[in-house]
């Protein structure tokens, strides 16, 4: 119940084109969610996130798109550019259980030039 | 800008051993977490520690496992006794206040248990 399951697993892109990474959840509780994007050899950094009463939230070229009665969101990455070549991570937080991050399994994302 | 320090970036070590993992959370943040990634896996959240306890701790976090803030500015993971398992990439997080407030990751100790 504490899952969430991301997909792809990975993703190749050709500069320009769109990104999409989907993640699914099932705890109910869960009230937050987050994207963080990892480079090789750093920590998770905090791309964007959104509440689940949002279906949409826009910051320049990334994108996340909440479908609560489906329990998934997604996030699009408009105009990819080599730049975004990293692993992204979906999570979910419950406010209530201390705001503990839990994980998707993470996409591997190679935008070619 | 501000950001979480992580010491060892590397620490090889046999197994049964212990070892420690620093960390120097962002200055005024009040929440701090250990999280653990298996290479080529996802990361999993450890232990969350507020007002010098543990307010959350994952399956994971087994006796093995301790946590402590020794001074104002340091937030340490200890292992007692390592196993061959325990191999991973080890991120501490510092967050400002409860709620949604955006956790703040370290670069990570890359762990090898031999």
């Known amino acids: 119940q504490q899952q969430v399951k991301q997909s792809p697993q990975s993703l190749i892109v050709q500069k320009g084109g769109i990104s999409i990474i989907n993640c699914a959840y099932e705890n109910t509780a869960f009230d937050y969610f987050p994207w963080y994007q990892q480079f090789p050899g750093k920590g998770p950094a905090l791309l964007i996130a959104?509440?689940?009463?949002?279906s949409e939230k826009k910051e320049g070229r990334f994108t996340i798109s909440f479908n609560k009665s489906a329990k998934q969101f997604s996030l699009h990455i408009m105009d990819s550019q080599p730049g975004d070549s990293a692993t992204y991570f979906c999570?979910?937080?419950?406010?209530?259980?201390?705001?503990?991050?839990?994980f998707g399994e993470g996409t591997q994302l190679t935008v070619n030039p | 800008e501000p950001e979480v320090t992580q010491t060892p970036s590397h620490q090889v070590t046999q197994m049964g051993q212990e070892v420690i993992l620093r960390c120097v959370p962002i200055?005024?943040?009040?929440?701090f977490y250990w999280y653990r990634q298996i290479l080529g896996q996802k990361v999993e959240f450890l232990v969350s520690?507020?007002?010098?306890?543990?307010?959350?701790k994952s399956e994971i976090f087994d006796d093995q496992f301790s946590v402590e803030r020794p001074d104002g500015s340091n937030f340490t993971l200890k292992i007692r006794s390592t196993k061959l398992e325990d191999s991973a990439m080890y991120f501490c997080?510092?967050?400002?206040?409860?709620?949604?407030?955006?956790?703040?990751f370290g670069p990570g100790t890359r762990l090898l248990v031999l």
């Open positions: 959104i509440r689940p009463d949002v």
């Open positions: 997080a510092s967050r400002l206040r409860t709620g949604r407030e955006t956790q703040y």
């Open positions: 999570a979910a937080v419950q406010e209530t259980s201390g705001s503990r991050l839990t």
């Open positions: 200055s005024n943040h009040l929440y």
């Open positions: 520690f507020y007002n010098n306890e543990i307010s959350e």
